[in-house]
């Protein structure tokens, strides 16, 4: 896809993939993008660049422009591999370009490459880069969501490049949200913002509320949020930061997920009178498999529900392996403002409802305890134990949900 101006002399330059499913782990049905950015001004300058397979179409979309050589500033807002990895290729062409880098940027930089012939300035929170009639600030965002994260902000333009934040997994023809808007379902796109969220930065809540704040101490004025993934925010770019700060103030459905796999199908047969006990008691409920659902779509209707219940048999006194798989991606989250209980069966000996509860525990969420378990196949007494469970979880659940209403 050819360059687009996204301001006056500001050029998105980067590429489509159309065809991308796992993003390191991350399953992403929808493909995406890798964004950057080019200004044409007294002194042209780069913001990131692309993932290395795509890097001679971004290399063209620049030279649709200008020559590559005429490059004098390239700012990196990130090392990650899919906006750093063309960096070298651009240097060749760019030989006496200046980098703009994070201190951290620069140590992990230096690990991907040779940088002993590359000018490289250091940069931090409220350091700027005038270009000409363009004058870039930039604001250091560690954690969020790796140690050497930036963004830049371009004054006059009111732009804010946001590097990984606010941006989504989302391969699209259109470039802008009022775009997206016009093709296809607007809810698609808030429904990718919050799966991105869910996956990526959920560990962060507490850093992105200090950073929105951060931002707005600082007076920016911004009219449009460039990510680099997915579109560019130019219709409401406030729109995307209320809904950062809902997600990070733990915003949730009144709803139960229920997240289970299964061995002999017992406890998936759990599954049906627990779902009409949460049903019965006025709360929705999504029931999920986790052997017939990628791993990054149970982390997101986790992260959308307020309570979730996770069932499994139990396999040599711990859980099933998949479980202990979402329990692993789960606690790497750091998942919060969340309600959490466990069911399951056994054959001989039980040990998998006791092992989730000590991983909730772990993670400091509330739990409803003691969950319920079945011996081999749910008997009608058990259907009817499951059914009492599920309703009074989902009573737990609108308690819990009152305080975030």
């Not at 009178?273 to 006990?277: F, H, K």
């Given at each position: 896809m050819k360059a687009i101006e996204i301001k006056p002399d500001i050029y998105w330059v980067g590429a489509i993939d159309w065809a991308v499913r796992d993003f390191h782990g991350y399953v992403t049905p929808n493909g995406t993008t890798y964004n950057n950015y080019l200004i044409l001004d007294s002194e042209i300058t780069l913001v990131d660049t692309v993932k290395h397979d795509f890097t001679e179409v971004g290399i063209g979309n620049i030279r649709e422009l200008i020559e590559p050589s005429r490059i004098k500033n390239i700012v990196i807002n990130h090392i990650e591999n899919d906006h750093l990895a063309a960096l070298d290729r651009v240097m060749e062409l760019a030989p006496d370009a200046t980098i703009h880098i994070t201190e951290r940027g620069k140590k992990g930089m230096e690990r991907f490459f040779d940088t002993s012939r590359w000018n490289i300035r250091v940069v931090k929170t409220g350091d700027e880069l005038n270009t000409g009639k363009y004058t870039l600030q930039f604001i250091e965002t560690p954690m969020l969501h790796w140690p050497d994260s930036m963004m830049t902000y371009v004054k006059g333009a009111k732009l804010l490049i946001s590097?990984?934040?606010?941006?989504?997994h989302l391969a699209s023809t259109a470039r802008f949200d009022d775009d997206f808007v016009d093709c296809?379902?607007?809810?698609?796109?808030?429904?990718?913002?919050?799966?991105?969220?869910?996956?990526?930065?959920m560990p962060f809540g507490a850093l992105i509320k200090s950073k929105i704040a951060q931002i707005e101490k600082l007076g920016i004025e911004?009219?449009?949020?460039?990510?680099?993934?997915?579109?560019?925010?130019r219709r409401d770019p406030q729109k995307v930061l209320r809904m950062y700060l809902d997600m990070a103030n733990?915003?949730?459905a009144l709803r139960v997920a229920v997240i289970y796999d299964t061995m002999w199908h017992s406890t998936e047969q759990m599954t049906l009178?627990?779902?009409?006990?949460i049903m019965d008691e006025g709360v929705g409920c999504k029931v999920i498999k986790l052997r017939a659902t990628p791993m990054s779509v149970a982390i997101t209707e986790f992260w959308m529900s307020r309570g979730c219940l996770v069932g499994s048999p139990t396999l040599n006194n711990e859980v099933f392996p998949s479980v202990a798989e979402f329990i692993t991606h789960?606690?790497?989250l750091r998942p919060k403002d969340r309600i959490a209980g466990a069911f399951g069966s056994y054959g001989w000996g039980g040990g998998a409802v006791k092992w989730l509860y000590n991983e909730f525990q772990s993670m400091k969420l509330e739990s409803v305890e003691p969950g319920i378990q079945v011996q081999y196949r749910p008997s009608k007494e058990d259907e009817k134990n499951c059914y009492d469970f599920g309703r009074e979880f989902a009573r737990r659940v609108k308690e819990y949900h009152k305080n975030y209403d």
């Open positions: 590097q990984d934040a606010f941006g989504q296809s379902s607007h809810t698609a796109l808030e429904n990718s913002v919050v799966d991105y969220y869910a996956n990526i930065l911004i009219d449009m949020i460039a990510p680099d993934h997915g579109v560019i925010w733990g915003k949730a009178p627990i779902m009409q006990g789960l606690r790497g």
